[in-house]
């Protein structure tokens, strides 16, 4: 069975420009996580996805981060413009369900630097 | 609001030997979830251990086991036989609708 995937894994932006990262989870995984990992931190949930509906993105800062899950399968996560403090790892992970006691796997991640 | 301490920033253990990192929650849920990740240096978070709130027995994989204890709130992994490739950064984390929480991580480094 294919893990979560991430493209791209790395990337290196200037600040005040755009970036996307793409994520596709685990088949037949109706959640979908994107998480923001600032280095020596544990992972912060931005928002999650039940199939194509937002379930929580009250952490998400919205004034320059988007995500979307048209479909229901993948997602993409979107910063216009970047600060510098946007440098970090962004995780996706999906989980069967939306539960408490659902296991989340995750993907690879996507290292961003923003000089 | 839930809260997950981890208050080893750091721990060594010997090749073969077993090791304990502590981990502590709080929740007013009374239903949630508590697991255990690995991330190596890829980057990675690598799924270990679940225990449930309602389990009455400690989870066991493998070389690794969880110290449930409900009362202290508090659920400890424990590597057994460690091993080289057991050097990486472990995070707790708790569940309780859904939205995971995680705690601030122990990095563990296996001497041989």
């Known amino acids: 069975e294919a893990g979560v995937a991430q493209s791209p894994r790395y990337k290196i932006i200037e600040k005040r420009q755009s970036v996307a990262f793409w994520c596709n989870p685990i088949?037949?995984?109706?959640?979908l996580y994107w998480y923001q990992q600032i280095l020596g931190q544990g992972p912060k949930l931005l928002i999650q996805?039940?199939?194509?509906?937002?379930?929580?993105d009250s952490q998400l800062p919205k004034d320059r981060f988007s995500a979307e899950r048209l479909k229901g399968v993948d997602s993409t996560l979107k910063i216009q413009p970047a600060k510098l403090e946007d440098s970090a790892v962004y995780l996706c992970?999906?989980?069967?369900?939306?539960?408490?006691?659902?296991?989340?796997?995750f993907g690879p991640g996507t290292r961003l630097l923003v000089l | 609001a839930q809260k997950i301490t981890q208050t080893q920033p750091g721990m060594f253990v010997q090749e073969k030997e077993a090791v304990t990192l502590d981990c502590t929650y709080d929740?007013?849920?009374?239903?949630?979830?508590l697991f255990w990740y690995k991330q190596p240096s890829s980057g990675e978070m690598i799924f270990l251990i679940y225990q449930g709130s309602y389990d009455q027995q400690n989870a066991t994989e493998g070389r690794y086991s969880l110290n449930f204890q409900k009362a202290r709130k508090s659920a400890n992994l424990v590597i057994s036989a460690s091993q080289l490739g057991d050097s990486a950064m472990y995070f707790c984390a708790m569940s309780a609708l859904g939205d995971m929480r995680f705690g601030a991580g122990t990095r563990l480094t296996v001497k041989p």
């Open positions: 929740t007013s849920d009374p239903s949630y979830g």
């Open positions: 088949s037949g995984h109706a959640t």
């Open positions: 992970a999906s989980s069967l369900n939306l539960a408490w006691g659902e296991t989340q796997y």
């Open positions: 996805f039940q199939n194509n509906g937002v379930v929580d």
